[in-house]
């Protein structure tokens, strides 16, 4: 079993800045993609940033070069620093992970989301 356990979110002004983090622990013997989703009230959900094995990070539309996805693959953690954060940012933030574990299956968890909030 994998826990994701997030960090950071909360209150930020138009054009500012939040950092969240996502921490993978459990039983890990390689992650195959890490990254970020976003559920706006009413909206469903949609990617912000994912890095995987396969492909590289990719990031949502809207993100126009405003967020940064790192990974530290030793510590099985994920950041995401976001800059010129608008209104339209705010929304609860998912932490998701598909994990090879050591007996060789694959799963997908997700964290239990954040608040990102971004004042006008």
């Known amino acids: 079993q994998t826990r994701l356990v997030e960090s950071g979110g909360g209150l930020a002004q138009t054009g500012g800045s939040l950092t969240l983090s996502c921490v993978a622990s459990g039983n890990i013997f390689t992650i195959n993609s890490m990254g970020w989703y976003r559920q706006a009230p009413g909206k469903q959900r949609e990617l912000v940033a994912m890095?995987?094995?396969?492909?590289?990070?990719k990031y949502g539309e809207f993100v126009r070069g405003r967020f940064t996805l790192s990974r530290d693959n030793a510590k099985n953690t994920v950041t995401l620093q976001m800059k010129r954060l608008e209104p339209e940012d705010t929304g609860v933030y998912y932490c998701?992970?598909?994990?090879?574990?050591?007996?060789?299956?694959?799963?997908?968890?997700w964290g239990q989301g954040t608040q990102v909030t971004v004042s006008s």
């Open positions: 890095f995987t094995r396969a492909d590289g990070t």
């Open positions: 998701n992970a598909a994990v090879f574990d050591y007996e060789m299956a694959q799963s997908d968890y």
